[in-house]
């Protein structure tokens, strides 16, 4: 299939923006949990909601469609924990790192979706 140059740099500019958000997301919730706002003093096991993040990186650097497409669904997990917790959490540091989590799985999941947007075969007419 061929594309036109907008679809090439459209397609470019989600892949830049899907990479540098999703390694911006997966830095923040290591650095959350473990130094500027853990649950217990000295970190906790919950830095481990990174594993999926980290399973999704490889598809993503490959520029695989399918992994777009299962990552816009797994980000949703994400939105809910920071919404949540920017909610709920006593916190002012938590509170901050949970809207920041929010605005990046935004980000992400915006940009996860016009990169596979990209991809989809135009409808022709048959006459």
Sequence with gaps: MSSTPEVDLTRKKAYWATVSSLLALIALCVAWELFVA????????LVLKVLPLLL?????FKQRV????????????????????????PALASQLMAG????????LF????????????PKTKVA
């Design 110 to 121: 915006a940009s996860v979706s016009v990169f596979a947007r990209t991809y989809k075969v």
């Design 56 to 60: 999704v990186v490889p598809g993503i």
């Design 38 to 45: 853990p649950i217990r003093p000295g970190g906790s096991w």
């Design 100 to 107: 920041l989590e929010v605005l990046l799985t935004i980000v």
């Design 66 to 89: 399918r992994t777009y497409q299962a990552t816009s669904l797994l980000l949703w997990l994400y939105f809910a924990e920071g919404a949540t917790r920017a909610t709920s959490d």
